[in-house]
């Protein structure tokens, strides 16, 4: 699904990736862990396309496709989905429209037809229960106001839409009370499919015990630097990130 190789990526003329490799096979879940500020949120913006955000050495493909030079719009309809661990606000269009346009837009692309109002409007009501949200926010301007762990939600409503199949959840857990914490793990567990991939950045193996997990890769300065089972997720709840990355530099 997802392979990088040996990708340098600057931001701002800083080095922020270094020699990162990473691959995802087809229906696995990938974990990566590691202290803040070491370039995860920055991994999930290269893979999306953001702009800034460019691969200077190395390569990533996608489903086998070089992603240089594609844009973040065409890397959507491709099926990468990013939730994002700051999600933006838009003040302005409402929750349900801009879900619908981000879905026919995709429609589109894998040559489905577009949805109408009604037709979409059912299709979002059978997903809001999965996620804990109700109808009301639907009709609010999107993420205007919502609290941190309503906009989370918000973004894994968009994934439950989108059907991605590469789906990378930056952070998704944080800002979220125990329950949902819970309810979202449930949902993501519910999304495994054999041609789905998901990348989940997290520092709490909390949420991962809703999950099945193939491999916990732990990074520092800029790349990965062990990668073990869940039991890696559980040594570094107990240790920190200081004795494993000591152990593997
Ligand atoms: P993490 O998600 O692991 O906490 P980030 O990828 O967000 O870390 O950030 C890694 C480093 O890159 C940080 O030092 C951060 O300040 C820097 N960085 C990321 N994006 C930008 C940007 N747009 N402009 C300047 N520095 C950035
Ligand atoms: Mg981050």
Redesign the pocket.
């Known amino acids: 699904m997802l392979d990088i190789q040996h990708i340098e990526v600057g931001?701002?003329g800083?080095k922020?990736l270094r020699d990162f490799s990473l691959s995802i096979p087809n229906g696995e879940v990938h974990v990566i862990m590691?202290?803040?500020?070491?370039?995860?949120?920055?991994?999930s913006?290269t893979i999306t396309g953001k702009a800034?955000y460019a691969v200077s050495q190395g390569k990533m493909l996608f489903e086998g496709k070089d992603l240089t030079g594609i844009s973040p719009e065409v890397r959507a309809r491709m099926g990468i989905f990013l939730a994002m661990?700051h999600p933006i606000e838009i003040p302005g269009v409402s929750t349900a429209e801009v879900l619908r346009m981000s879905l026919n837009e995709i429609r589109t692309y894998r040559g489905e037809e577009r949805l109408d109002p009604f037709d979409f409007v059912e299709l979002l009501e059978s997903k809001l229960d999965q996620v804990g949200l109700s109808r009301e926010y639907m009709q609010r301007f999107f993420n205007d106001g919502f609290s941190g762990g309503e906009k989370k939600r918000n973004e894994v409503l968009q994934m439950l839409l989108l059907e991605p199949k590469l789906c990378i959840l930056?952070e998704i857990d944080s800002g979220l009370d125990i329950d949902s914490v819970k309810l979202i793990g449930e949902t993501i567990q519910k999304m495994k499919h054999a041609d789905r991939s998901f990348l989940l950045?997290t520092h709490y193996p909390r949420l991962l015990e809703y999950l099945e997990v193939d491999k916990v890769h732990v990074?520092t300065g800029g790349r990965i630097v062990t990668s073990g089972g869940i039991e890696l997720a559980h040594q570094l709840e107990k240790e920190g990130y200081d004795q494993i990355t000591m152990q593997a530099s």
């Open positions: 931001v701002e800083k922020i590691g202290p803040n500020g070491v370039g995860k949120s920055t991994l913006s800034g661990q930056d950045i990074m």
